[in-house]
């Protein structure tokens, strides 16, 4: 019931034909970045919390400061 050797083969030879070697290679290339961009992220020792209260505190100031101005004009 499974694939076996020569179906497989086939298949890649059909893949091969359909989109080139050039254009699976780059796939290929695009797919282990990504995949070592994921991990990266992953692993990265911040979590990704603190940096929403850095966006949030940069609004809260701007808020402030827009406050300001009306007050003053």
Same mark, same amino acid.
């Given at each position: 019931?499974?694939?076996?050797?020569?179906?497989?083969?086939?298949?890649?030879?059909?893949?091969?034909?359909?989109?080139?070697?050039?254009?699976?290679?780059?796939?290929?290339? &695009?797919?282990?970045?990504?995949?070592?961009?994921? @991990?990266? =992220?992953? !692993?990265? *020792?911040?979590?990704? &919390?603190?940096?929403?209260?850095?966006?949030?505190? @940069?609004? =809260?100031? !701007?808020? *402030?400061?827009?406050?300001?101005?009306?007050?003053?004009?």
């Amino acid at each position: 019931m499974g694939i076996s050797m020569p179906q497989l083969l086939i298949i890649i030879a059909i893949v091969v034909l359909l989109f080139g070697t050039k254009k699976l290679r780059s796939l290929g290339s &695009d797919l282990g970045e990504s995949v070592k961009g994921f @991990k990266k =992220a992953m !692993s990265e *020792e911040k979590p990704q &919390d603190a940096s929403f209260e850095k966006v949030e505190s @940069k609004a =809260a100031e !701007s808020a *402030e400061q827009k406050a300001k101005e009306k007050e003053q004009a």
